[in-house]
């Protein structure tokens, strides 16, 4: 690099990408990708979502029914079992590791549905970017990284500056699912999300378990280690 070459910067995210290398039949689905990913121009970064992007979502799904989104959607297993129980609900998610996006794709051709859409990009950039004030009915983001230590908690999802972010695309009413296996962070939530004037927490403490929610091999795992699954709902009151 030169020095009047300018120097990517690359900003604070909430994930780390892994290894992009696939098993034959994910391969398969990644190659036949564009019935369920949609592509998005970039910014600088691979993962980023450009200022200019937009997305018709009614022409996407070829309806208007409430959208519903996923930051984090892993290998699906959440985001496929839900979808098949709420037909009348558009889903978009966001995921940055593309094995997993292929095997969610091939989950989603054997439950053989049709409301959900895959977005290979940061889900922040992604929620920023493509959707309106007042779009979505829900957001979800299940067992986001809690970045254990102090000098990486800058890089945790859920933030006061994330936070006004999904109330502002949240319809009035409209609700955010938090799920965790860690009670640090969920604790952490709480103080972010307690105090947010526009957001309240809908049962003034952990909130039910989902029924939809399948427990996941992940969510599996922290159980076996002894870890609790905390539930949050959070819901936009302005």
């Not at 296996?181 to 105090?195: F, I, S, T």
Request: charged share 30%.
């Amino acid at each position: 690099m030169t020095d009047a070459e300018p120097r990517t910067r690359r900003e604070v995210v909430s994930f780390v990408r892994r290894s992009t290398r696939m098993n034959p039949s994910q391969q398969r689905a990644w190659d036949n990708r564009e019935r369920w990913l949609v592509e998005v121009p970039r910014r600088e970064t691979s993962t980023s979502v450009a200022h200019t992007a937009a997305v018709d979502w009614a022409a996407e799904f070829g309806r208007v029914a409430p959208l519903v989104v996923e930051i984090g959607s892993g290998t699906g297993d959440s985001l496929v079992a839900m979808a098949a129980t709420a037909p009348n609900h558009d889903h978009v998610a966001f995921e940055v590791f593309r094995p997993a996006i292929a095997a969610t794709m091939i989950k989603i051709e054997q439950a053989g549905i049709d409301n959900v859409r895959l977005v290979d990009a940061d889900g922040v950039d992604g929620l920023r970017e493509l959707f309106g004030d007042g779009q979505l009915s829900e957001l979800w983001t299940f067992f986001p990284d809690p970045w254990h230590k102090a000098r990486h908690h800058k890089r945790r999802l859920v933030s006061t500056e994330f936070a006004e972010l999904v109330r502002s695309r949240l319809v009035v009413g409209g609700r955010w699912r938090i799920a965790t296996d860690w009670a640090e962070y969920a604790e952490h939530c709480r103080a972010v999300l307690d105090e947010h004037p526009g957001l309240v927490n809908e049962h003034a403490g952990p909130a039910p378990r989902p029924a939809q929610r399948p427990v996941t091999k992940y969510e599996r795992r922290g159980l076996q280690a002894g870890r609790q699954v905390v539930d949050l709902v959070y819901r936009r009151v302005a």
